[in-house]
């Protein structure tokens, strides 16, 4: 399984990005798909997850309202973000699980190599 993430870049602060996940290698819906973020100085934190067939989804507190988690009939996850805010600036990776579905980055067997998001203000 190979995961690509792509979408990131600079955006001023209230503005809105759409980060893509393109997964290969095995059959996609079987996936459990998650956006997690690493801002500079601080460990790597969740953001938000889509449960197989997009039947259920999670949110940290600091998404919720803001970044919507999704993906389409293709082998890709999204993550759309609104209203974004400084503190919102990491590389945001995805990940993938073949069996589990959580918050917590050790369910996630397969990642990608992470977009830069930078929001100035």
């Known amino acids: 399984v190979q995961l690509q993430a792509s979408g990131g870049g600079l955006v001023q602060a209230g503005g809105s990005l759409r980060l893509s996940c393109a997964v290969s290698g095995r059959t996609f819906h079987s996936y459990a798909m998650g956006w997690f973020r690493q801002a500079p100085g601080k460990e790597r934190e969740f953001v938000a997850a889509n449960r197989w067939g997009g039947t259920s989804t999670f949110y940290a507190d600091s998404a919720k309202g803001r970044f919507t988690i999704s993906r389409d009939s293709a082998n890709t996850v999204y993550l759309r973000m609104n209203s974004l805010k400084p503190e919102d600036t990491a590389i945001y990776y995805c990940?993938?699980?073949?069996?589990?579905?959580?918050?917590?980055?050790?369910?996630?067997?397969?990642w990608g190599q992470g977009t830069l998001v930078t929001v100035s203000s």
């Open positions: 990940a993938a699980s073949a069996t589990r579905f959580g918050t917590r980055e050790g369910l996630y067997e397969y």
